[in-house]
């Protein structure tokens, strides 16, 4: 790999610093019962890895977020609750991300 | 090539103007203001086609350099003491981002107490930043240092900022005549900016980016091996600029008479015409001395100084400038040069011509008499004896004759 002068760097980098390695206790559960798709959610992830359309379609990327709560904080119908952090991806999470990659970092 | 009797400020502001610049940015200080105030009339006029950017401190004017350096523009900034000093994180940051800005320091001493006078203690305080550092002895050498910085900096082989630098006052407001070559001449020496990298939003970068413990090590090691190649560069462009201009460029050091000398003088900017002019008298009274004019401060040229110095019986550094609380930044440089080598000329240094002190003939005499009756480590020259220094009974350097 190299390092060019002055570590100028080509967009994208921010797709491969991977932030959800920074979370340590908990991780946001999207229950999916209550959702409104009101979007607070989303807006309020400082990650912006928050993705959903439409009621009971919300989801955090697990790869990028920390775990700060904000969304749990924000849901104006309580739909999102902090859960403890676990060494491994949830299977049901998974159905809604295309990436590849994503899957191979979920355990059976 | 015109001749013109100009102020030293003037030759800087007509050097920058052929160079070409497109953003210039710079805020007001003494005694460096007449060289934005010439470059602004310039814009204002016509004259000098660029973008001047009006800002509200010096750290705005270097981040703005900075900026539109990275957008591959040509740009140019100025200041002295404390405007260089309020610079300082953003030298750090240009000289990181690698971007070829160049900056002029006119050498004021730093406050407190507040002085508006000449040493060299502004520039000298920026060099661990990774710019280099060139040193002028006179109005015409000034001058000729812009053209050669711009072509330094943009080499793809440096990509670092230069600063070249002249003393304030004495050369800065001095009046000297000052050869101003044409427009030809300087673009057939200067060809149009290339930027390596540039920010575009057609093919998108990033400067400046954050980077972890596993990869900062070798951005610095990068510009340290840079600075060091850079020697060889700067003495390429001096050599192009002496056959483009016809008149001789000193690049990194002059060595004035030290081919057989037993005892050299070593110092920077304006100071080294005196020295010269010593040298002369007591040359005729017999004395093998000479002078070696530091011109490259930063990267510092150990292998041309100890080859150059290496002879001599007294080397003998007076120095404008001083690291409180251990001794002259020059002098201590220099002795690393010759540590573990087999030649070891006594190394002598002094601090003198702080905020604006003269040094004049006496100084130097005194210098090398000092120096010749046993090596000094640091000592202050022409310590005034009829201050009392409140807490001080017996001043060192003070000798009673």
């Given at each position: 790999m190299k390092l060019t002068i002055g570590g100028v760097s080509q967009p994208g980098t921010s797709r491969e610093n991977r932030t959800g390695s920074w979370r340590v206790n908990s991780r946001p559960s999207h229950l999916h019962k209550t959702c409104t798709a009101c979007d607070l959610c989303a807006l309020s992830c400082p990650e912006g890895c928050i993705y959903g359309k439409g009621r009971n379609t919300y989801y955090s990327d697990l790869t990028y977020c920390k775990g700060c709560g904000n969304c749990a904080d924000v849901c104006p119908v309580d739909d999102i609750v902090m859960v403890p952090e676990e060494k491994s991806l949830p299977q049901e999470w998974m159905v809604f991300s295309d990436n590849q990659e994503y899957k191979s970092m979920a355990t059976s | 090539m015109t001749k013109k009797l100009l102020e030293g400020s003037q030759g800087i502001a007509e050097a920058v103007a052929l160079c070409r610049p497109q953003v210039i940015a710079a805020y007001p200080i003494t005694p460096q203001?007449?060289?934005?105030?010439?470059?602004?009339?310039?814009?204002?006029?016509?004259k000098l086609k660029a973008e001047?950017?009006?800002?509200?401190?010096?750290?705005?004017?270097?981040?703005?350099?900075?900026?539109?350096s990275a957008t591959g523009v040509r740009v140019f900034t100025a200041s002295s003491s404390q405007g260089i000093l309020l610079m300082n994180e953003v030298l750090f940051n240009i000289a990181g981002m690698r971007l070829p800005v160049v900056l002029v320091c006119v050498n004021r001493a730093i406050s407190a107490p507040l002085n508006i006078w000449n040493d060299q203690?502004?520039?000298?305080?920026?060099?661990?930043?990774?710019?280099?550092?060139?040193?002028?002895?006179?109005?015409?050498?000034?001058?000729?240092?812009?053209?050669q910085a711009y072509r330094i900096a943009e080499d793809h082989r440096v990509q670092l900022p230069v600063m070249v630098c002249l003393d304030g006052y004495?050369?800065?407001?001095?009046?000297?005549?000052?050869?101003?070559?044409?427009?030809?001449?300087?673009?057939?020496?200067?060809?149009?900016?290339?930027?390596?990298?540039?920010?575009?939003?057609?093919?998108?970068?990033?400067?400046?980016?954050?980077?972890?413990?596993?990869?900062?090590?070798?951005?610095?090691?990068?510009?340290?091996?840079?600075?060091?190649?850079?020697?060889?560069?700067?003495?390429?462009?001096?050599?192009d600029f002496e056959k483009i201009f016809g008149r001789p460029a000193t690049a990194i050091i002059e060595e004035y008479?030290?081919?057989?000398?037993?005892?050299?003088?070593?110092?920077?900017?304006?100071?080294v015409s005196l020295f010269k002019e010593e040298v002369d008298q007591l040359r005729s009274q017999g004395q093998k001395v000479g002078v070696l004019k530091l011109v490259c401060y930063r990267p510092f040229p150990k292998e041309e100084l100890y080859q150059s110095l290496k002879r001599a019986k007294h080397v003998v550094v007076i120095e404008k400038a001083t690291s409180l609380g251990f001794g002259g930044p020059v002098a201590s440089e220099l002795r690393s040069v010759f540590y573990g080598c087999p030649h070891q000329p006594?190394?002598?240094?002094?601090?003198?011509?702080?905020?604006?002190?003269d040094i004049t003939a006496e100084t130097v005499k005194t210098a090398l008499n000092k120096?010749?009756?046993?090596?000094?480590?640091?000592?202050?020259?022409?310590?005034?004896?009829?201050?009392?220094l409140e807490g001080i009974?017996?001043?060192a350097g003070q000798h009673k004759k």
């Open positions: - | 203001t007449h060289i934005p105030q010439e470059l602004a009339d310039m814009v204002a006029n016509g001047w950017v009006n800002v509200e401190s010096e750290h705005s004017a270097a981040s703005v350099v900075l900026g539109a203690q502004d520039s000298i305080s920026q060099r661990d930043t990774g710019v280099i550092q060139l040193y002028a002895e006179d109005n015409q050498e000034a001058a000729d240092l812009v053209y004495v050369l800065s407001h001095a009046w000297e005549t000052v050869d101003i070559p044409s427009q030809a001449q300087v673009d057939s020496f200067l060809p149009p900016f290339k930027p390596l990298y540039k920010l575009d939003p057609e093919n998108p970068l990033s400067f400046g980016m954050y980077m972890e413990p596993d990869k900062y090590l070798e951005t610095r090691y990068m510009i340290q091996h840079t600075m060091e190649q850079s020697i060889g560069i700067i003495q390429d462009v001096a050599h008479q030290t081919h057989d000398a037993t005892t050299i003088l070593v110092g920077m900017g304006s100071m006594a190394i002598s240094g002094f601090i003198a011509g702080l905020g604006g002190r120096a010749h009756r046993h090596p000094v480590d640091t000592e202050y020259l022409d310590l005034r004896t009829d201050l009392e009974s017996n001043p």
